[in-house]
């Protein structure tokens, strides 16, 4: 199976939910309407042909500038016997975060879910346990937003358009 | 006297047949800082539920502010039983992104490098199975050997454990005659304390009876959890990135993947040891492929990423330009999202790379094992004794370092 077979076989099944196929370094991405998420792992998952038994990560990246599309969530799965990978996204707005739980389908995904909470606020809907896993719970944000930069904010002796990021 | 309980019951309490017992943060057989709050029936475990982040140090958050080359020491305090591994994984990953193609001789001695580390990484998993049913003796026979190999690393990088070994395109200096010494013996002297070890563990009535048929778990429940490495393998998997997707030219060598049936703490326990012997095998095989390549090489000709002499930083132009850009960070980076994986020493440790051109990563997740694996503690332990969810805690070699990162 090739990653131009996979294609076809989800533009078959899901047809205009399935877009933006791209192979960065020969993994097949494609992103996926927000509320198919758990179609196509399911589907990636049970159909025979397909058999992406192994969620390899799973993780949320916040791009601010994506009016109403601001956080993505990653999705990585192989198929182990063939040794293929690929990736597919979701993109929900900020202010509703809401994705379904991969976490029928993969135990993988309890705690990685968890993970992508509690950096990026991402609400998991199904989620039989979304609590914080590494920060404490009386946290009342999400670190990893690009909006909270990473030094004090009152220094002025670094500038970031002489040094870069 | 007054008639008041000074003692508050909880709700119900008197009827509460279990204990809550707290199994660490700090418990000497946690090795590492995590919680295990455990329901238990007498000395069965009903429940458990393992608390995390204790040492959580936001590494993702930092790499965001780090240029490429500053995010090697941040790999280090993963798995810092095996830092090395970690370091190549980085570095691999960068070159990945700017497609960048490595002589072989820097591959071989990365996997020299590697290897070791691997050993190191089992040697302590597998002896602290040993400490933890009681068998201190094996411990000490192979912890000599360990810091051999820690001095190995400390000649050919200045440092032993949290190694920033290696640089994006090579090693940041050649390997000296001291430290190929000291890998021939290694070579010589290691398999004879190993087959001790062997000899003391493998066939040990006591040692199996402590640990077949404890803490296993179900090829597909460890491949839907997302297991990887020798935990993967003990279950019949033979998943191994090396061989799944080859990188640093892993595919020139003649080694295999040893594989366990039951996936319980005595197939783990034999997958680590099986994994060091071909790992020695690696090591040799690599020592001979590196004998008949140019000495003098031990980094790819990239002068966008790789640091140049410090004495031809003085002397030449050239050399100088490049050494400002690599430092204040004005080499273009492609834009582009990576994701590349390696053979840690617990499984499948995966960078998942976005840049957007800049001098840092704009995002980077780490994939660790520990932390995917460990959520499945709680299944695998529920029903067994306290004693066994202690070794079998010992034989998933879980490191808090990774889990929290």
């Known amino acids: 199976m090739t990653n131009e077979q996979i294609k076809q076989q989800l533009i078959d099944k899901f047809g205009d939910l399935v877009y933006h196929f791209e192979e960065p370094y020969g993994m097949l991405t494609f992103e996926t309407a927000t509320d198919n998420n758990l179609k196509v792992l399911t589907f990636l998952h049970d159909d025979a042909q397909m058999g992406f038994h192994f969620l390899n990560d799973l993780t949320a990246v916040h791009y601010p500038d994506n009016k109403d599309k601001e956080l993505a969530v990653v999705y990585m799965l192989q198929n182990i016997t063939l040794g293929l990978r690929i990736r597919f996204k979701v993109f929900v707005p900020i ?12 135990a993988t995904a309890n705690w990685l879910e968890r993970e992508a909470y509690d950096f990026f606020g991402i609400n998991f809907v199904g989620h039989p346990n979304l609590i914080r896993i ?28 002489m040094f870069g990021r | 006297m007054s008639q008041k309980q000074n003692i508050q019951l909880p709700e119900g309490g008197l009827g509460k047949q279990t204990t809550t017992l707290n199994l660490g ?10 919680q295990n709050i455990l329901e238990m029936d007498g000395e069965r475990i009903v429940d458990a539920v393992p608390t995390i982040g204790f040492i959580h140090r936001a590494f993702e958050k ?55 580390a691997r050993i190191a990484d089992h040697l302590v998993c597998n002896s602290v199975i040993g400490v933890d049913t009681g068998a201190f003796t094996g411990f000490i026979y192979v912890f000599e050997f360990r810091e051999k190999i820690y001095e190995i690393f400390e000649e050919v990088c200045g440092s032993r454990l949290t190694t920033n070994i290696g640089r994006i395109g090579g090693f940041e200096r050649n390997f000296s ?12 002297d290691f398999p004879k304390a190993m087959k001790e070890f062997e000899t003391l563990f493998n066939r040990n009535r006591i040692f199996m009876e402590r640990t077949m048929g404890v803490g296993g778990i179900e090829a597909s429940r460890a491949l839907n959890y997302g297991f990887t490495g020798p935990n993967l393998r003990a279950t ?50 690599a020592m ?3 004998k008949g390549l140019d000495p003098s090489i031990f980094h790819a000709d990239l002068p966008d990423f790789y640091l140049p002499e410090k004495e031809d930083v003085y002397t030449k132009m050239e050399a100088l330009i490049y050494h400002f850009k690599i430092v204040m960070g004005e080499t273009d980076l492609p834009v582009g999202e990576v994701y590349n994986s390696i053979e840690g020493g617990n499984g499948e440790l995966g960078f998942y790379l ?27 332990v529920k029903g067994s004794m306290l004693s066994d969810a202690v070794v079998t805690m010992s034989s998933l070699n879980l490191i808090a370092g990774e889990i929290d990162a």
């Open chain 2, 177 to 188: 005659d001291l430290s190929f010494q000291r890998i021939n013996q290694f070579l010589k």
């Open chain 2, 62 to 116: 930092i790499a965001e502010r780090r240029p490429y080359y500053q995010i090697t020491p941040l790999t280090d305090r993963l798995n810092y039983c095996s830092s090395p591994i970690n370091n190549m994984g980085w570095h691999m990953t960068v070159e990945k992104l700017i497609g960048a193609k490595l002589p072989k001789r820097v591959e071989y001695l990365r996997i020299i490098i590697m290897e070791l």
């Open chain 1, 134 to 161: 590494m920060n404490v719970e009386e946290m009342d944000y999400f670190p990893l937003r690009k909006e909270y930069k990473l030094e004090e904010q009152t220094r002025t002796d670094k500038d970031d358009d």
């Open chain 2, 236 to 285: 019949g998997i033979d998943y191994d990135i090396r061989t799944a997707h080859p990188y640093s030219s892993y595919e020139d060598f003649d080694f295999s993947i040893p594989v366990g049936t039951t996936g319980d703490v005595y197939d783990r326990f034999l997958v680590r040891n099986e994994e060091i012997w071909q790992s020695v095998r690696l090591i040799q095989q």
């Open chain 2, 25 to 34: 943060p700090t418990h000497p057989a946690t090795h590492g800082v995590f």
């Open chain 1, 95 to 106: 202010d509703k975060p809401d994705v379904f739980t991969a976490t029928s389908v993969f």
């Open chain 2, 288 to 290: 001979d492929k590196i």
């Open chain 2, 354 to 380: 976005i840049s957007d051109g800049g001098r840092t990563p704009y995002r980077l997740h780490f994939r660790r094992p520990c932390f995917i694996y460990y959520q499945a503690y709680p299944e695998i």
